[in-house]
C-alpha cells in the first residue's frame, strides 16, 4: 500500500523507537525525527522520505555532522516493480559506506506497518570482492577496438564492440575474396572466349559460379587478420555467413547489408590484427 505523504512514516518510526527505550520528538531543527536516550550521549536522528533518493541520501550526510546515529528510512512497498523496489542491496551497501542506517517501513490495510532495519548507523562498509577477471575483460575489449565508435551513454542502440568489429573485418574479406574469384573467373572466361581453339569450353569456372564456392576459414583468417575468424563463421553470431560447402562459407543478405551500415568500422580496422 503506497503512502501519499512521508509523514505516515512517522508514527511507525515513532513506536518502533520508543520500544528501544528512545523519548522520541518530531521536527527538532529541521530533523524529521529526534530520539534521546538516557545511556546514550549522542542523539538518534531519522530522516524520512516517501522514496529513496540522493536528496534523502545528502540530508543524512548533513546530519552525520550532528550525530553519528543517523537513519534514512523509507516507504518499502510489496510491488516489486520499480527500480528502488529491486536495488535494496545495493542501496543497503551505499548507506553502510557513509556511515548512514537505513530503515524501510511496509504498510498494510489490515496489519500494523513492519519496520525493518537494513543497515545500522556505523556499520563496517561491504568488502568490495576483486573483480580481476572483469577488469581484464574491459581491458581487452578497450585494446581489440580499433577506434571509438559509440557515444558514451548510449541506450537501445547497437554497440560497435571488438567482436562486431572483428565479424566485419572477416565480413570485408569475405566480399573480397568472392569478388576476386568471380573477377578473375570472368576474365578467364573472356580469354577463352576469344580463342578460337577453345571455344566455350572454359577450363576454369564462369564467373557466375565463381562466386558461389565460398571461402575458406584459412583464406579468410589470413586477409582479415583475426586469429579467431573460424570461430566467428561458425558461431555466426549476427548471421552474416552461410556455409555452402563443407569449410565454405558466403556472405548473406544480413552480412551485406551490415558492410553497408558500418562500412567506416570495416574500413578503419580490416588491416588490423
Not at 543517523?70 to 551505499?94: C, F, H, M, P
Not at 548512514?100 to 543497515?119: D, H, N, R, S
Not at 573483480?131 to 559509440?150: I, P, Q, T, V
Not at 568472392?178 to 564467373?207: K, M
Request: charged share 25%; with cysteine.
Amino acid at each position: 500500500m503506497a503512502i501519499r505523504h512521508e509523514t505516515e512514516l512517522y508514527a511507525p518510526l515513532k513506536a518502533f523507537f520508543e520500544q528501544q527505550g528512545y523519548s522520541i520528538k518530531g521536527e527538532v531543527r529541521t530533523c524529521d525525527l529526534v530520539g534521546v536516550r538516557e545511556d546514550e550521549a549522542e542523539p538518534l536522528i531519522v530522516e524520512m522520505k516517501k522514496t529513496f533518493n540522493l536528496a534523502l541520501l545528502l540530508q543524512g550526510v548533513e546530519r552525520l555532522r550532528l550525530s553519528p546515529v543517523v537513519y534514512l528510512a523509507v516507504e518499502r512497498s510489496r510491488d516489486k516493480k520499480g527500480a528502488v523496489n529491486q536495488r535494496w542491496g545495493e542501496i543497503t551497501g551505499l548507506c553502510r559506506r557513509l556511515g548512514l542506517g537505513l530503515i524501510t517501513v511496509v504498510f498494510y490495510k489490515t496489519k500494523q506497518p513492519l519496520v525493518e532495519v537494513l543497515a545500522e548507523p556505523g556499520d563496517a562498509p561491504p568488502r568490495v570482492r576483486s573483480a580481476a577477471r572483469k577488469r581484464e575483460r574491459l581491458l581487452y575489449e578497450f585494446r581489440e577496438r580499433s577506434g571509438d565508435y559509440n557515444t558514451g551513454g548510449s541506450t537501445r542502440v547497437k554497440l560497435v564492440t571488438a567482436y562486431r568489429e572483428k565479424a566485419l573485418r572477416v565480413a570485408l574479406a569475405l566480399q573480397a575474396a568472392v569478388a576476386e574469384a568471380a573477377g578473375a573467373a570472368a576474365a578467364q572466361a573472356e580469354a577463352s572466349a576469344a580463342s578460337e581453339t577453345l571455344g566455350d569450353a572454359v577450363l576454369g569456372l564462369p564467373a557466375a559460379a565463381a562466386g558461389k564456392q565460398g571461402v575458406s576459414p584459412a583464406e579468410l583468417r589470413r586477409r582479415s587478420g583475426v586469429p579467431s575468424a573460424a570461430d566467428i563463421l561458425q558461431r555466426n553470431y549476427y548471421g552474416w555467413f552461410t556455409r555452402v560447402n563443407r569449410g565454405r562459407y558466403l556472405l548473406t543478405p544480413a552480412g551485406m547489408a551490415a558492410l553497408v551500415e558500418y562500412a567506416a568500422v570495416a574500413g578503419n580496422g580490416s588491416g588490423q590484427s
